[in-house]
């Protein structure tokens, strides 16, 4: 059986830069082969107040949290 994949919509939570506004999530919802479980992959955020800072956050949605940074207005994903 193969893993099922969809793109969902999520509400989420940005959380750095003293700051913590609410902003939405794509990405894509895939299921976990033999479980009921599922994670998200390649969420993109949309719908920030524009004048958050360039700096590094925290984004939960869907269960879980992700660091990213805005660099020159765009997210990008965090890479230790």
Known sequence: M???RESVTLPGRL???SREVDCSVRAVKVSIQG???YTYTLPVIFDTPSDLPDGFYSITFGGGTERVQR???A???HVA
């Open 75 to 77: 997210w990008v994903a």
């Open 35 to 37: 479980t009921a479980e």
């Open 71 to 73: 660099k020159f207005g």
């Open 2 to 4: 193969e893993s099922k």
């Open 15 to 17: 959380v750095g830069m």
